[in-house]
């Protein structure tokens, strides 16, 4: 007998490190970033990832945005943004780096960023507490020209 798969789960399951790449999978349906570049997400694998976005444990929180990182799927960038200001650290710069990199994403194309978004990025360049998350932005605002 096969049980529905529980998306809320697997987001909840993102925390161990133990089965996490089966997790993964079973969550978006591939592992590897060329193949996950390629999956049409589930409505309820979609949702469920959105809400680990503000899940309370950290690791949650770092691997939905590792995963919209590679799907990048633009309608997640609302999601995404609150993100800039959450307290770990690890967690910002990596928002930074969902939202404004290329190299992770199909055909090394990267989101379509708004003024507003690119502002808020650059403000993150230069007031971030974080020396690693200003990097991480320093980097984004440096690639996009002047
Ligand atoms: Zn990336």
New binding site residues.
Partial sequence: MKEPLNYTELVNRLAYKEGRNETIVLLVGAINARDLAKVTLKPEAREALILGLTHDNAKVRWWSL?LM??LADESFIPFILPLLNDPIGKVRRHAV??L??????PDRCGLELSKSIRARITEVAHSDADARVRKEASAAVANWGS
């Fill in positions: 590792q990182d590679h780096h969902a404004t990199c290329d190299v992770c994403k």
